[in-house]
């Protein structure tokens, strides 16, 4: 197996183990913060879906798509806002600026199969190259950037994690 399918399958992992921690969330709580916790269950997803679209497109993936995101902080009933879910944006208790509950897992899950079909599509070439990634101007080689979205996908379902039991929304394994 080559490197880029395995960092593909990864990805493709890391949506299957976060979307279990996803239960019990619907139109009704999608939105719903608790104290002294950071995020809510949309803007997660949200930001995690323009985390990897935007990490995609550094090497070669498509921008996040008009379908999905709107410029601005607000978004509506079928896009999230760009500003309202990127990196330093702060989530707010307003259904009316993030898609449904169906449609904001929906563009979590297209944002995971973009990412994997750019890593599983990638030339042995590109994937040695580096890329600058962050707000710091990092220069990182493309497996590490690959690696940091599994990461950066399961320490937002961490965070989604503790909403759920602050939530008191019960264990996932019941």
């Known amino acids: 197996m080559r490197v880029q399918d395995s960092h593909a399958q990864n990805i493709l992992t890391s ?4 979307a279990r921690y996803l239960k019990g969330f619907g139109d ?3 939105t719903k913060q608790a104290p002294a916790l950071p995020n809510h269950a949309a803007w997660s997803l949200g930001h995690l879906a ?4 935007r990490a995609g497109e550094l090497v070669g993936g498509k921008a996040p798509p008009a379908a999905d995101f709107v410029a601005g902080e607000r978004g509506d009933a079928q896009r999230f ?7 330093g944006s702060k989530p707010v208790d307003d259904p009316s600026i993030y898609p449904g509950y169906a449609r904001c ?3 979590f899950d297209g944002a995971t199969e973009s990412l994997a079909a750019v890593a599983r599509n990638m030339s042995d070439e590109k994937f040695a ?13 493309v497996n590490d950037l690959f690696a940091r979205m599994v990461f950066h996908n399961g320490a937002h379902c961490g965070q989604i994690a503790d909403l759920r039991r602050a939530l008191g929304m019960g264990s996932i394994f019941s």
């Open 81 to 87: 806002g760009l500003e309202g879910v990127a990196f």
């Open 28 to 30: 009704a709580n999608r």
């Open 129 to 141: 190259s580096t890329v600058t990634w962050g707000m710091a101007g990092n220069v990182i080689p």
């Open 105 to 107: 897992v929906e563009i």
């Open 50 to 53: 323009l985390t990897m679209y």
């Open 15 to 18: 949506r299957v183990l976060l």
